[in-house]
């Protein structure tokens, strides 16, 4: 059974409030990121990787209409920026576990419509819970279940450099409490043998089969002052899959 980082850490949490001198609380995922909702999330990578996915798209025919499925949408980040970039007649679905995130998705892609009459597209938030249990492989099989032959899925996770070393974490504005919902550090290798398992094979985006990040003094400035303590960690990884057509 895959160990979580939460197991691995959960040791360590009376040391960091020691140390903090906050109180740090490991829950369950969907509990934590309800509570996290309220944060700004946001991603500078997607802002290149998604043009090139929707390029990738626009260049296969398709007899339907497109449907864009953002998969663990959370506070529609990336749901917002397939509005603006997707084909008009494209149905973006926002997918989560998480009823409060999904509340500030819903808000957010409202003032985004609001704002912009331009952006017709359709777009549906719903909850989804495909991760009924952690290890990589049920993930990739009920992500096979949900894809059609040929399309693409473009997966952005934390690097298990980072992971091996922390987790993700946030500090509850009402109780100043440190939240650290359960997390997962799989491995890349992990990753790929999982996908290729149901049928998914790796496609190429800007010449690379896989994108890493490791965080350098350059960043700091633009992802902020909490950045520091990751120069010289690799943080995040992104791979695009296509389905295989048989």
């Known amino acids: 059974m ?5 197991e691995t850490r959960a040791s360590d949490s009376i040391g960091e409030a020691a140390r903090t001198r906050k109180p740090v609380l490991y829950m369950e995922t969907i509990e934590a990121y309800n509570r996290w909702a309220e944060l700004t999330l946001d991603t500078i990578e997607m802002q290149q990787l998604l043009p090139q996915l929707l390029d990738k798209v626009a260049a296969n025919p398709q007899t339907d209409a497109v449907k864009l499925v953002d998969l663990g949408c959370g506070t529609g ?3 917002r920026q397939l509005l603006r970039l997707a084909s008009e007649d494209a149905h973006i679905i926002g997918l989560d576990t998480s009823p409060g995130m999904l509340d500030v998705a819903r808000m957010a892609i409202d003032n985004e419509k609001e704002s912009h009459a331009s952006l017709s597209n359709a777009v549906s938030l719903e909850i989804y819970d495909l991760l009924q249990s952690p290890p990589a492989p049920p993930f990739f099989e009920g992500l096979a279940a949900l894809m059609r032959p ?9 690097h298990s450099e980072m992971g091996s070393i922390s987790q993700v974490g946030f500090v509850d504005a009402a109780t100043e409490t440190k939240i650290r919902p359960t997390s997962y550090p799989h491995t890349i290798a992990d990753v790929l043998k999982a996908a290729e398992k149901v049928g998914f094979v790796v496609e190429e985006l800007n010449g690379e089969r896989v994108r890493e990040r490791k965080v350098d003094e350059t960043m700091v400035g633009e992802l902020g ?3 520091q303590k990751w120069i ?5 990884f992104a ?3 296509r389905k295989r057509l048989w």
């Open 2 to 6: 895959a160990r979580t980082i939460q």
């Open 77 to 79: 980040r990336n749901t």
């Open 150 to 158: 040929g399309g693409y899925f473009l997966l952005t996770n934390m």
């Open 225 to 227: 002052k909490r950045a």
């Open 232 to 236: 010289g960690i690799t943080v995040w």
């Open 239 to 241: 791979i695009c899959f």
